[in-house]
């Protein structure tokens, strides 16, 4: 008889997720820092579980740099991963990400409360990276990110005062931006990589409209295309945003566009005909669609065609 598997435990308060980890309780009950900068790793709790709050870790020794040739595209000087509340988490996944962490920020959302980052950090697309898809960092960003995470450890081991806690999301958000500058950089350096993921993505999308799958499957999603690729939703749009532009759902609009304008162009079919080819449910959306991209509808795009 098989197993049942056991469901993620889920932890709600930092006070549960560092008592799963053996350590004490925090020092402030939003947000916590683990490790010491020294040879005590944080390993992470055993056992899937789902965090209510963001965190980031700080690994010395990532694996699965990017190879391409007889060259390497990024550094030795370990990386950070970022994951946000809700998402499922565990021993096997991270272990499989390189080392344990030396450090790790737990961020609950309350601790962002009345301030711009609450809205912003939902816009950082890396909290949605896989494993697989961290941030490698050079000797020179390595020593930024220490230096932010030894500030923040400074402030959380003064006494707590009013001023605390802006110093301590002025840090956090300091830490993101330079996350962000990073992960352009991360997009430049695998630039040969990256061009060969979006010749491969124009390969799928190409075998999707000439299959007809979008008859049985409906508009390529951006979850199949990413799936396809054996990356994450988010570091696809990112990585096209860097290379085009554009981010994947954009991407994929301007691919249906151009297969519209062809069956519009070469073929006699309806214009329902066509939205059904391309996947569409609605011959409205499609014409919708079409129109805001081409500030034509189909039928008009059909006649100045012709």
Not at 127 to 143: D, G, I, P, V
Request: charged share 25%; proline share 5%.
């Amino acid at each position: 008889m098989k197993k049942e598997e056991q469901a993620p435990k889920k932890f709600s308060s930092l006070t549960e997720a560092l008592q799963a980890m053996g350590l004490p309780g925090p020092k402030h009950p939003l947000v916590a820092l683990i490790g010491t900068g020294t040879d005590a790793e944080v390993r992470p709790p055993a056992g899937g579980h789902v965090l209510s709050f963001y965190k980031i870790s700080y690994k010395p020794r990532l694996s699965g740099r990017i190879r391409y040739g007889q060259g390497h595209y990024d550094f030795d000087e370990g990386g950070l991963l970022f994951a946000a509340p809700g998402q499922v988490m565990g021993g096997g996944e991270e272990l499989s990400s390189g080392a344990c962490s030396q450090y790790t920020l737990l961020i609950h959302p309350d601790l962002l409360w009345n301030y711009p980052l609450a809205k912003k950090i939902r816009q950082y697309g890396f909290f949605s990276y896989a494993a697989n898809e961290a941030l490698h960092l050079s000797e020179s960003e390595k020593a930024k990110v220490i230096a932010i995470f030894e500030s923040i450890g400074e402030e959380l081991d003064n006494r707590i005062d009013e001023l605390s806690q802006d110093m301590i999301v002025a840090q956090i958000e300091l830490l993101l931006t330079y996350a962000e500058r990073f992960y352009k950089r991360q997009f430049i350096t695998r630039k040969v990589v990256n061009s060969d993921l979006l010749v491969k993505l124009e390969k799928i999308l190409s075998a999707y409209f000439a299959d007809e799958q979008a008859l049985s499957r409906g508009i390529p999603t951006v979850q199949y295309l990413a799936g396809q690729l054996n990356l994450s939703p988010s570091y696809l749009s990112d990585m096209l945003r860097t290379l085009t532009g554009q981010n994947a759902q954009q991407h994929i609009h301007e691919r249906l566009i151009e297969k519209a304008k062809e069956k519009l162009s070469t073929t006699n079919l309806s214009v329902s005909e066509v939205a059904y080819a391309l996947g569409f449910e609605h011959p409205q959306s499609f014409s919708r669609l079409f129109k805001a991209r081409t500030e034509l509808s189909p039928m008009e795009f059909r006649r100045s065609f012709n």
